[in-house]
């Protein structure tokens, strides 16, 4: 579900059994989407009984640091994911997120699965504050073969949204799961957007993402990855038969292990 972020606005009421979202193109060459950001995905808290949502999302990112292997990257990458989502009731919904990678000059390829379950705590319904805790699973290590672990990650989603504007955070605590298991304990990443509506039509955004592979030996900020940049969200007439939402913006890497940029573009449409 995607809203427009205003109180009061109809179409933030309304959503339909499908919804199509089409979201950033930026960089990756074969790289799990847990480190590459290639979903670049911001959660909303609410769910509806019976909503069925699809959401596309993709990323293109210049820049990319070489890989822990010596081995040279690409200098562009691009990845590209699928979310199904259903609302088994208003308070508890289901995800799975099919990802496919592209490495420049081959076909693309199934790349993995991940698989989320949201409860909503404290439902926002267009109000001012609302809270969500999820939980999701990658299993990897079926689909890729370069012993990628499997990943298990959860944390809360907020959403705080004063009169125009809307704040989301979702941070998340992550761990490796499975034989191929590179950390033992708790790794951080986390996805925030602070978006302010000019309109019911159009608004604005600064959106961050970043990862802390272990936390008990986070080492220097440049060995972290974070990224951080603007958007620009046009949405739907309130009274449109169909809700729809196009977004565009520029990420920037904050650290030498990030992609020094990316392009984000979003399509949202609800049938």
Do not use: C
Request: charged share 20%; aromatic share 12%; net charge negative.
């Amino acid at each position: 579900m995607f809203t427009s972020g205003l109180a009061g606005n109809p179409g933030n009421r309304g959503r339909s059994a499908l919804a199509a979202v089409w979201g950033g193109i930026a960089a990756s060459v074969m790289l799990p989407a847990a480190v590459a950001f290639a979903e670049f995905e911001i959660p909303e808290v609410d769910a509806e009984k019976g909503a069925f949502e699809a959401e596309y999302r993709g990323a293109k990112h210049w820049g990319l640091p070489p890989s822990d292997d010596d081995d040279d990257r690409e200098a562009l990458r691009q990845s590209h994911e699928i979310e199904l989502q259903y609302g088994l009731t208003d308070w508890w919904m289901l995800r799975l997120t099919p990802n496919v990678e592209r490495v420049p000059g081959k076909a693309a390829e199934f790349s993995s699965l991940g698989v989320e379950t949201q409860f909503v705590l404290v439902p926002r319904n267009d109000g001012v504050f609302g809270l969500a805790v999820m939980a999701g699973y990658g299993p990897y290590s079926l689909f890729v073969e370069d012993n990628t672990p499997d990943e298990f990650e959860f944390g809360p989603v907020m959403e705080v949204a004063p009169g125009p504007w809307l704040l989301t955070l979702n941070p998340r605590l992550a761990t490796d799961v499975g034989k191929d298991a590179e950390h033992d304990g708790l790794g951080f990443e986390y996805a925030a957007q602070l978006r302010y509506q000019f309109t019911e039509r159009l608004g604005a955004a600064v959106l961050g993402f970043g990862e802390i592979e272990e936390l008990a030996h986070t080492g220097p900020f440049e060995a972290q990855t974070h990224v951080l940049g603007p958007s620009l969200y046009v949405f739907s007439a309130p009274d449109a038969e169909r809700e729809w939402l196009l977004g565009a913006g520029m990420l920037f890497g904050l650290t030498e292990a990030s992609a020094k940029s990316a392009v984000r573009i979003t399509l949202a449409v609800e049938f």
